[in-house]
């Protein structure tokens, strides 16, 4: 397959580059550190990636930011950040990429644990990923040409809760997570929302 992955260099990213390069064609993204660039929080710079890379047959999506404070100290500018890159930059992904992608092909875009187990200081988080996984669902009933559309919600990831210098108890590696990116790609589900723990 020819799989188009944005967010490539990044933790998750990387992983699953590694878990699906061996078998498949990928064409890695990200804002600077890939071979393409994209910014996903401006649908021009969408478009431009779709019109170079032409037909995949799936698009993953490992990418997003979102704001991390206080509910208190949340603002209209961490909500519009949130928003606009995180949720809607990977709609649009699926929004713009739908016509570059084969007859049954896939989209696979990321959420995130905090959908559904949230802690202080992720209101904007949660929303988002919430937002991203009935997202998943419902485009999923309306995608055409058969064509999938997934969500991997992934806990804290090891690699990143040692970056963080935090302990790493309860982190699944990345290396784990990327699987579950494997099995939307590879597989046959649609309007899932997978949660790499359970499918570890
Ligand atoms: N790591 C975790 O524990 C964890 C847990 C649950 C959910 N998630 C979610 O999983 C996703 C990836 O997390 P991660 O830890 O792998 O992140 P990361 O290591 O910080 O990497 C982020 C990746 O996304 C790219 N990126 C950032 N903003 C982008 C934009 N506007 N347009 C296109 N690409 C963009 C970065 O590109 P450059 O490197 O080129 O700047 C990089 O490739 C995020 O949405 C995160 O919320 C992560």
Redesign the pocket.
């Known amino acids: 397959m020819k799989i188009l992955l ?8 990387s992983a699953i580059a590694t878990a699906l390069g061996a078998r498949h064609e990928l064409i890695l993204a ?5 071979p393409e660039q ?4 401006d649908a021009a710079s969408i478009r431009a990636l779709f019109a170079r890379v032409g037909r995949v047959d799936a698009v993953v999506s ?5 704001s991390f404070k206080p509910l208190t100290e949340l603002g209209d500018e961490d909500f519009e950040l949130s928003l606009s ?2 949720l809607m ?1 990977q709609v649009n992904l699926v929004l713009l990429g739908l016509a570059s992608v084969v007859d049954g092909g896939s989209f696979t875009l ?1 959420a ?2 905090l959908a559904r187990h949230p802690i202080p200081g992720s209101g904007a988080v949660s929303l988002v990923n919430s937002g991203l996984e009935g997202f998943g669902r419902a485009a999923a009933l309306e995608a055409p040409r058969g064509i999938r559309v997934n969500v991997v919600s ?4 090891t690699e ?1 809760l040692l970056k963080m210098g935090r302990a790493p108890d309860g982190g699944l590696a990345a290396a784990a997570v990327a699987q579950a990116y494997v099995r939307s790609v590879e597989g046959t589900i649609t309007g899932q929302t997978i949660d790499p723990s359970a499918a570890s």
Do not use: C, H, L, M
């Not at 992934?154 to 990831?157: E, I, T, Y």
């Open positions: 944005i967010g490539a260099s990044g933790t998750i990213g990200s804002v600077q550190k890939s994209v910014d996903i929080s490992a990418a997003g930011r979102a890159n995180k930059g990321t995130g644990y992934p806990p804290w990831v990143t």
